[in-house]
């Protein structure tokens, strides 16, 4: 079969936030081929991810995505890394091409599996797929109080791990930092496992950095997360000297194999979380999984958003037994929490288990997202190259005629 | 003063080709504050960096550019700084911000040398400028008589150094690539540098680059440029052992400080090569020729566009007078021979200086420029968030009202 199209749907709520909570928006990937249709998901930024997709070619470097993709053969695995490689190699100079290779990656894996009856996974090599133990991803509350209350809140959900960051996590007082730590581990209790996610507030230093150890280790935090920018592995490697018994965790601002290895050779990591959305979707990251588990990093999935997210981001890596953890949003959007119909639920024990169905093993619950729809329009020397489709059966028109 | 407005033109050739010339297309950015302008230059895909200056927010972390330059203070260099970072901040989960930055920032460096009457590079603190052999920057023939007779081109237009790069090189057999390095080696004379560029052909495969390290050394090559994509950290030390004579170069592919900073740190290169246009502008690219400086790593600006693009690569490293090269396009297209009526010549030495006059010393020749302007407009929800300015008067009508 051929690629016969591919649509992007920019989803939103009516109002975004400045906050940092990632499922506000979405970019929605569908490709079909073969009468058969198969989605994916685009971290950030949908406009510019779309100006990508049919935008002008610089120069042979910088092409549009679309020349890629369009009408490409799409039989099997070695297919959709024959893409993946064409994308980067035709638009490498195009930096917004890797978020939006991501969701239509996704989107390939997805139709392959439903076509070949397959769950992703499987596809992928893996035999069997492994539970893995569900964190409750959450921000930090604006007080150490309210950090306690949402710890609790997610023991009582039936967590047995969550993760807090961002919100004032970094921005004022060692002090004020370690009270928000201990009011996380006491909601927590002492069994569950503990994360600190500092969303990159240190920038490239150390010394704040390591200031935050104490606490993180009286309170056995498992890991800091993104104490630096997503890169600064000088930092990270001196901060990882400094820690002996908080792991650094980090990864997820990667957008292809070779920044996501060089945090894996350099970093000083314990874990290496990459967002499928984000990295150049599920080919890269389940090479970056393979390469980790030679390195004796452990491997996890980013995710902030919706379950069909989750879904891609869990496949990498299920079939390792020994990464067993996976992010889980616990407090997603109207949005995220509409996305699709089909929850990927956490059992008694507090683990997820990534579907065994074909694909993603879930869909897009399509009633529910239309209100939530954006229409993007893009005109370029006085030609539309761009307009977003409206429904499941409507296609971009222009790029039909294109193709025609 | 206050920024008042920025304002973008898409400038293109009538045809694009699928050539490794990046020079076909330009996204010039005009800043304006206190009744002053300043120019700077992006690379690459001009639409995809426009839809990233005025869209939606998605969440605190990936704003549209706009909203962390419009209306800022710009009295000192301390706020050109500020404003850099201010984007990064702002923007980092928006993977196109950093090209788009990079244009503005030129343009704040450029805006502000004139307001204060000095040289970008003066106002970097450099108290005087070194002037730089330029070698001449083109690309490989398709047969070796080609590249031999581009060599001795560039010897006849008074060059003492030239790079050849892309075309055929690294796609054929190790002996047709060398029979080009030959060739080149032939056409320059036994005086002239000769610097050798891979784009990126062997991915991350050292093996493959290895092989040509012999005729490089033969024709005692400076440098071999890219032979493995951006990043590829492992790769490019793996070679750089095992290249004794030939030093490597490479850095343009990167985006921020920390990528380039790594490259410095681990990728064993002799010379890093960096792009204002896409390392986040002038601001950037001296922190990196500081850090390069007590690394013992060598700058060098990648400059494959304009003399507007050209003086702004030059500023941040100009009063470093060890490192004396500097790249200069040969071939540029008739956009890049029309952007500026001043041109950077060579001296009877070869030798390229620095403009003395304020700011990057030239100024886009609007008449020249009018007829490759491209016309863009982008509709989000109904509303037109970006319609292009089509003179120098016009501002952009949106960002003008939402600003007020």
């Given at each position: 079969m051929k690629i016969d199209s591919v649509d992007f749907y920019y989803l939103s709520l009516p109002v975004v936030r400045d906050i940092g909570d990632g499922s506000q928006d979405a970019l929605l990937v569908r490709v079909e081929a073969g009468g058969c249709a198969g989605w994916g998901e685009c971290e950030a930024s949908p406009l510019v991810s779309i100006a990508s997709w049919n935008c002008p070619m610089s120069h042979s470097a910088c092409k549009p995505i679309s020349v890629s993709v369009q009408g490409q053969r799409l039989e099997s695995v070695d297919d959709i890394r024959r893409i993946n490689a064409l994308v980067r190699a035709q638009s490498?100079?195009?930096?917004?091409a890797d978020h939006t290779l991501s969701g239509i990656d996704i989107a390939l894996w997805d139709l392959l599996g439903k076509k070949l009856g397959e769950p992703i996974w499987r596809l992928l090599g893996y035999e069997r797929a492994f539970p893995k133990t569900a964190y409750a991803s959450q921000l930090f509350g604006d007080d150490p109080q309210t950090t306690l209350r949402r710890a609790q809140q997610a023991v009582h959900a039936g967590f047995r791990a969550a993760k807090f960051g961002w919100g004032p996590y970094g921005h004022g007082t060692v002090e004020l930092d370690a009270d928000h730590v201990r009011a996380a581990r006491e909601g927590l209790g002492a069994e569950a496992a503990l994360l600190v996610d500092a969303g990159t507030v240190w920038g490239d230093d150390t010394g704040a950095a390591e200031k935050r150890l104490q606490a993180l280790e009286e309170c056995r935090a498992l890991w800091l997360e993104e104490p630096f920018v997503s890169g600064a592995l000088e930092a990270y490697r001196q901060l990882s000297k400094r820690s002996s018994k908080v792991k650094l965790a980090g990864g997820e601002g990667c957008h292809n194999f070779q920044q996501a290895k060089s945090m894996i050779d350099y970093a000083g990591l314990g874990y290496v979380q990459i967002d499928t959305g984000r990295i150049g979707g599920i080919t890269t990251a389940k090479q970056i999984a393979d390469y980790a588990g030679t390195k004796g990093v452990r491997f996890v999935n980013h995710t902030f958003t919706t379950h069909l997210a989750l879904s891609a981001s869990l496949q990498p890596y299920a079939g390792m037994e020994t990464d067993d953890l996976c992010e889980y949003p616990f407090e997603p959007s109207a949005l995220a929490r509409d996305f699709t119909a089909t929850k990927l639920q956490a059992n008694a024990d507090g683990q997820v288990r990534v579907p065994d169905q074909p694909g993603l093993g879930l869909e897009p619950d399509w009633p529910a997202l239309k209100q939530y729809l954006v229409e993007v329009e893009i005109k370029v020397a006085g030609q539309v190259i761009f307009s977003s489709a409206h429904d499941l059966t409507q296609r971009r028109k222009v790029a039909k005629t294109q193709r025609d």
């Open positions: 490498f100079d195009l930096l917004q």
